[in-house]
């Protein structure tokens, strides 16, 4: 139980285009889903925290506008990356918290974006 | 702000030697302390946890108790498998009831036969 999928598992994608990264919860409910930015041999970086039905908070330094989320429901999380460039390649992972339990999360396999 | 810090890799060791992967972290009030592990190609999955000081979290042959007087979480194992090879991550959780986790680096783990 618990798993957390992420699709695509990578993309490359053209510079000035935008990319869609879905999170789904298969087996739980999560009001509640992180995203993370992992650079190569380095730590993971939280982006944003994705509520349903509401609007996401971000972490200082995260632009908003570029990085769209959108959490419509207790099984989804889509980040969307705006008008991507080179700089914005990156693996993109995120979590699912289950409802209700604040100190369990369950990782997606991550997505790994190519930006040219 | 809350961090946390590990120690360098990657570690390489021959199997069923001892093993462990210093972390240390700095927060206000009493975090929660984690360690996740994420084999190759996978996402990462929680090894352990401990809530509060002197806890001891236990998985798998992996161990690493909470000291807070130290600020310390290390990461322990008396005999590891070539199996065990993977990127170990310490994390934090804020007692802001957010569920929000700071993670250290990462420590490459490899292990030989």
């Known amino acids: 139980g618990a798993v957390v999928s992420q699709h695509p598992s990578w993309v490359i994608c053209k510079s000035g285009t935008s990319v869609k990264i879905e999170c789904r919860s298969l087996d739980f409910q999560a009001t509640t889903m992180f995203w993370y930015r992992q650079f190569p041999k380095q730590s993971l970086m939280l982006m944003a925290t994705?509520?349903?039905?509401?609007?996401?908070?971000?972490e200082q330094g995260v632009e908003k506008d570029k990085f769209l989320i959108n959490h419509a429901s207790l099984t989804l999380s889509t980040l969307t990356v705006t008008s991507a460039h080179p700089e914005d390649s990156s693996f993109y992972i995120c979590?699912?918290?289950?409802?209700?339990?604040?100190?369990?999360?369950?990782f997606g396999p991550g997505t790994r974006l190519t930006v040219t | 702000g809350d961090s946390v810090t590990q120690m360098e890799g990657p570690v390489t060791l021959s199997e069923e030697a001892f093993l462990t992967i210093n972390c240390t972290y700095t927060?206000?009030?009493?975090?929660?302390l984690f360690w996740y592990v994420q084999y190759p190609g996978e996402g990462l999955q929680l090894l352990l946890k401990?809530?509060?000081?002197?806890d001891k979290g236990s998985n798998k042959g992996f161990e690493a108790t909470y000291r807070k007087e130290t600020t310390s979480f290390h990461l322990e194992k008396g005999s590891v498998q070539v199996s065990d090879s993977a990127v170990y991550f310490c994390a934090l959780s804020d007692r802001g009831n957010t569920g929000k986790l700071i993670f250290g680096q990462g420590t490459t783990l490899q292990v030989k036969p």
């Open positions: 994705s509520n349903e039905g509401s609007k996401a908070t971000y």
């Open positions: 401990a809530t509060k000081a002197d």
């Open positions: 979590s699912a918290q289950p409802s209700g339990r604040t100190y369990e999360q369950y």
């Open positions: 927060a206000t009030g009493y975090p929660s």
